[in-house]
């Protein structure tokens, strides 16, 4: 047990530190010049061209872009084994402070549109599966090729049109409050939706059809118990999705999170990407390749809590 | 242990982690609401509570406005902060420009210039701090060079001044070169006048002089503000303000359009049709005072020509593309300079009307002829144009090709990131892109920095010796009316030559609510979102 868990340890380390190289690398290969973006461009005309290369340089240099990418990258690192996140370019305050402040949304917002998402799935998943061949299952099964089809910006800006501005039900603003939580939380839930009912649909057609729910039935078990059981065996496949789908939602809901104004980590790396700067796409990359580590880790350890025969398998190849 | 039974802690830690993170939101909110709450009670406390003449009492007394971006900081001298500062009412610099184009005092009470190299500026003797401190003539030199050691986006407008206090009131400016437009530079959102001793890192202790002071603010997400009850003028009716960062363009149109905010700002002209069919907003349209101008790279054979480059200037129907890139809310432009409403007259001064015939015969003399399937050839080589666009330029892009194919030149459109252009520029590999820079200023740097050889928004490599001349000669003007005959004539002189191809200044569009009067479009965006005339009224 001990070993295993060292062993998961370092290979979250691998993971967590070549992520961290290629992230670097990427945020720094796209064009752009955070430095001349940070004097602004008018400097670039409206100084002699002596004064502005000067300025330049000197601002490179407060930034600390002047050496090699490797010697960059190894005072980030140094940084980071300091619990130190760097200081934002734009903004000149702390990376983990400003991520600190956003975190908080960005987990509502995800958790919420999980839990939305999932409650969907299983309910229009399990209809549609003990309805299959049927009317609603055709419809069902249309609507989700249709929500998975269109972009999330549509949805969000339909959305926000027919219930913030036609049927006034929505407040836009910028506030990360109850009220405001909920229509991108049905946005980014719709979205991930489709996906969710079609695997549940998929499993629980695949358990109906297992001789023991066969069995059962035949020797006179209600209908509802027999999909009861059954559904347990769908939860255990969903876990992955669900998990995906948390990984997402925390680290690609830019868009929605833009759309919304919503003040969590996607609008942070909208910005970050907008001022090109690197400390803040850095941390953000960072702390979202640490949730997906996390989220991943948890989802193993859960299939082999809820699934004890995943152990069991283990146990018996390796006395073979 | 059951797994069973473990189910449901996990739910419960579940929901407790989804109700703390809510807490923290529903903190921000009512730490924010709080604010609002005071900020009403202080308000209504003082003599002016926001209640103007003429007002709707049932109005509300909070202003939204909803933009592209706010500050990301208190302190002025952060990039593009004092910007936001202004626009929202909060930071004031000595002078302004009015909607015409004028030069104004602000916190000025007057400029005098002494001699060609100094200026006396008499400072408003009613001018206070929100701390009550004086704006006085040391307040004012500590405030510039405050700016001038920490802000390096100030350094244009004050590097060539020397700031000293004559007395308390009075500041006397010297000028490294001669006949400089001290006011017109003092005027730009960099040169905003703050307290230097005071500490920027919270709202509490910043120090402006503007009718609205902070009483909030989360960075980069929403600031509010209250009126300043000591400012000397009027002042404004609106009790509070909130600035409120909105980044998706599309979002601030229905927030508008919701009630949400009051004015949306920085908006994208693809929606200003949909925001006219609506009764409960009003549109801005003024354009800045910037030129779209697509910029030639001299570089490449084809455009050492003259006839080629002015060709494609005729070839151009400007109303055309106003109105399929710009919804029509702009005029055309056929000199860069005439964008600045001081130079208005210089709108059509070359390339006066839309003239393919002309612009045909000047690829004929200049050996670029149609062949057989209308593509303009030369040594067997085609015509060909690649124009760079970014931003919300596609469209004006496109019909930029539509129109240079009418006269045989194969035009291709690369839409991309600015720094793809930037890029671009670095290695030489470019024929023309789109960019639009400010025309308002001294006329003198603003033409020296796009068309003399050390220019460095010259990206062509125009070099020409009667333009250098008529720069130089610009540059020592000692009155107001030779430099503005000069400018326009190096301005006109520079358009017939055509190193730029300049098409028209790029619209602004801000949506105001209809319950909301005094809005003053403005050429300069950060000049006019708040002013002391704003008030709810009845739609």
């Known amino acids: 047990m001990g070993r295993r868990l060292l062993l998961t340890f370092l290979q979250t380390l691998m993971t967590v530190f070549a992520a961290s190289i290629v992230l670097f690398a990427l945020i720094r290969l796209a064009p752009g010049d955070p430095a001349k973006l940070l004097i602004g461009r008018t400097m670039e005309i409206a100084l002699d061209e002596r004064t502005y290369a000067k300025m330049l340089g000197e601002m490179r240099t407060e930034m600390g872009l002047t050496g090699s990418w490797f010697s960059q990258y190894l005072s980030w690192a140094g940084s980071l084994l300091r619990m130190d996140l760097g200081t934002s370019f734009y903004t000149q305050r702390a990376v983990a402070a400003e991520i600190g402040e956003r975190l908080p949304a960005t987990f509502l917002l995800a958790g919420t549109a999980l839990l939305i998402q999932v409650g969907i799935g299983l309910l229009i998943g399990m209809l549609s599966a003990l309805h299959a061949g049927t009317l609603l299952d055709t419809l069902v099964r249309l609507g989700c090729v249709l929500l998975a089809s269109v972009p999330g910006f549509v949805i969000g800006l339909l959305l926000l049109l027919a219930l913030a501005v036609k049927l006034e039900l929505y407040a836009i603003g910028s506030e990360a409050g109850l009220s405001r939580l909920w229509l991108p939380a049905l946005t980014l839930g719709l979205l991930g939706a489709p996906q969710m009912i079609r695997v549940v649909r998929a499993n629980l057609l695949s358990e109906l059809g297992q001789v023991y729910v066969q069995s059962a039935l035949s020797r006179g078990l209600g209908t509802r118990r027999v999909v009861g059981h059954a559904m347990r065996n769908v939860l255990l496949s969903t876990i992955t999705l669900i998990g995906l789908s948390l990984t997402a939602s925390i680290s690609g809901a830019v868009v929605i999170e833009s759309i919304f104004a919503w003040p969590g980590l996607g609008e942070y790396a909208l910005n970050g990407i907008l001022h090109k700067d690197y400390p803040a796409l850095q941390g953000y990359a960072l702390v979202t390749v640490l949730s997906v580590v996390g989220i991943h880790l948890t989802v193993e350890a859960l299939y082999v809590w809820l699934d004890p025969r995943i152990t069991r398998r283990k146990k018996e190849a390796a006395h073979e | ?539």
């Open chain 2, 1 to 539: 242990m059951n797994r069973k039974k473990l189910l449901l802690p996990l739910l419960f830690i579940f929901v407790m982690i989804l109700w703390g993170c809510s807490g923290g939101g529903q903190a921000a909110s009512e730490n924010a609401a709080g604010n609002r709450a005071e900020a009403a009670q202080a308000d209504n406390s003082a003599p002016n509570s926001g209640e103007a003449p003429g007002t709707d009492e049932k109005a509300p007394q909070e202003l939204v406005i909803a933009d592209q971006e706010i500050a990301a900081a208190l302190d002025p001298v952060q990039p593009l902060t004092s910007s936001y500062l202004i626009a929202i009412g909060a930071g004031e610099t000595l002078f302004k420009a009015d909607p015409e184009g004028k030069i104004r005092p602000v916190l000025a009470d007057s400029a005098e210039a002494i001699d060609a190299n100094t200026w006396e500026i008499s400072l408003n003797p009613e001018a206070k701090f929100w701390s009550g401190k004086k704006v006085d003539a040391e307040a004012v030199v500590a405030s510039l060079e405050r700016s001038r050691e920490l802000d390096k986006q100030v350094v244009p407008y004050i590097q060539d001044l020397t700031f000293s206090a004559v007395n308390a009131s009075t500041l006397q400016v010297e000028t490294a070169r001669e006949n400089m437009d001290v006011p017109l530079n003092l005027s730009s959102y960099q040169t905003l006048i703050h307290n230097a001793e005071a500490a920027y890192d919270s709202v509490d202790t910043m120090d402006l002089s503007g009718m609205y002071k902070v009483t909030a603010f989360e960075p980069q997400k929403r600031m509010e503000l209250a009126v300043n009850e000591n400012y000397r003028g009027t002042k404004p009716a609106i009790a509070r303000v909130v600035h409120e960062q909105i980044s998706d363009e599309q979002t601030r149109v229905l927030s508008v359009l919701s009630g949400a905010s009051h004015i949306a700002h920085k908006l994208p002209v693809s929606a200003i049709e949909q925001l006219q069919a609506e009764d409960t907003v009003t549109l801005a349209t003024t354009p800045a005072s910037n030129t779209q101008t697509v910029y030639l790279n001299l570089d490449q054979p084809k455009f050492q020509d003259v006839r080629v480059r002015q060709a494609l200037s005729w070839g151009i129907d400007r109303q055309e593309l106003i109105l399929q890139a710009a919804e029509g809310q702009s005029f055309p432009v056929t000199t860069w300079l005439s964008s600045n409403p001081a130079f208005a007259e210089a709108r059509s001064a070359v390339y006066a009307q839309y003239d393919p015939e002309q612009a045909g015969r000047l690829l004929d003399e200049a050996g670029w002829v149609p062949d057989g399937s209308g593509i303009r050839m030369k040594n067997g080589e085609p015509l060909t144009l690649s124009l760079m666009t970014w931003g919300g330029d596609r469209a004006l892009g496109e019909t930029l090709q539509y129109q240079w194919a009418q006269l045989g030149i194969q035009a291709e459109i690369q839409h991309g990131d600015y720094s793809l252009i930037e890029t671009a520029r670095e290695t030489g590999k470019w024929d023309a892109f789109i960019e639009a820079w400010s025309t308002f200023g001294e006329p003198h740097t603003l033409l020296t920095g796009q068309y003399s050889p050390e220019g460095g928004g010259n990206y062509g490599g125009f070099d020409d010796a009667r333009a250098n001349e008529l720069l130089a000669q610009l540059e020592g003007a000692s009155d107001e009316a030779s430099r503005h005959a000069l400018a326009l004539e190096a301005n006109t002189y520079i358009a017939e030559q055509a190193p730029v191809i300049s098409l028209y200044p790029r619209p602004q569009v801000t949506a105001v609510s209809s319950t909301l009067e005094g809005f003053v479009d403005h050429f300069r965006p950060f000049e006019n979102l708040v002013n002391e005339h704003l008030k709810f009224v009845s739609p």
